[in-house]
């Protein structure tokens, strides 16, 4: 027998094949070091740090005062002068990273000054003088110009007070962000230099001798003291010369 078999070719084609697999890219966490601000006085301005770290992103961060959701705003809360413990909020954002909020404070305290009373020396009798004072302690440039209140100085001292020292106190000045201290001076009244006038007839040997007289415009109520020297020269004696010569006789008021 014969059999005949008829071939067939077949051609298999096959679509396009796509798979599909869900993943997640997960947000990530910046890294922040934030830190007060604590110090004293210096006349600069200061604000809480914020060290942010969000690889890849540009972290945008806005400050509040009160933490009030429509209070924060770009500006950097800074402060200059004195001020207590003053908290100020932050919020931190950046695309693909959580945001992050929190808070830090800032503290200001007063810085030290010291004004000095100057020490002043007169004479007795003189006028009451002019009192000054020394400052010890402005930062930044500053002067007298930014303290508040009027100087003013207490002093014992009047015309005619006798030869003695006295005290100079200061006060009367005030700040915001100084913490004054008061040093007190010294006024020293020394002795004025006196003036006074002497007077004598000479006498011949044998014969007796003569007092002399003197007067005084500053040394009132005190008892003249004489003393009798070699004229022309200054070794002087309470002891009257008796031998014939020329001699100068001085009178002290003590």
């Not at 094949?17 to 830190?35: E, F, G, Q």
């Not at 942010?52 to 800074?78: F, K, M, Q, R």
Request: net charge negative; proline share 6%; with cysteine.
């Amino acid at each position: 027998d014969t059999v005949n078999v008829n071939r067939v070719t077949a051609t298999v084609t096959y679509r396009n094949v796509t798979a599909r697999k869900s993943y997640d890219i997960a947000t990530a966490a910046m890294t922040l070091t934030p830190a007060d601000y604590n110090g004293t006085y210096d006349g600069k301005p200061h604000g809480i740090s914020l060290g942010v770290s969000a690889p890849g992103s540009t972290p945008v961060i806005t400050y509040s005062l009160t933490g009030e959701p429509d209070s924060y705003s770009a500006t950097v809360p800074v402060f200059t002068d004195v001020t207590e413990t003053t908290t100020v909020y932050y919020k931190v954002e950046a695309p693909n990273y959580y945001s992050l909020t929190g808070s830090q404070t800032v503290t200001i305290t007063k810085a030290p000054l010291t004004v000095t009373a100057a020490d002043i020396a007169i004479a007795y009798n003189d006028s009451v003088p002019t009192y000054t004072v020394n400052y010890s302690g402005f930062v930044n440039g500053e002067t007298k110009a930014v303290l508040d209140g009027t100087l003013a100085f207490d002093c014992a001292y009047a015309v005619g007070s006798a030869v003695h020292t006295y005290s100079i106190t200061p006060s009367g000045l005030t700040s915001g962000n100084y913490e004054i201290t008061f040093v007190p001076g010294t006024l020293t009244v020394e002795k004025a230099q006196g003036q006074a006038a002497v007077a004598i007839q000479g006498w011949t040997f044998g014969e007796t001798a003569k007092a002399p007289t003197s007067a005084t415009t500053t040394n009132q109520g005190v008892t003249p003291v004489y003393t009798y020297a070699v004229k022309g020269e200054e070794t002087y004696s309470s002891a009257v010369p008796t031998a014939a010569g020329s001699y100068t006789v001085k009178v002290t008021y003590a």
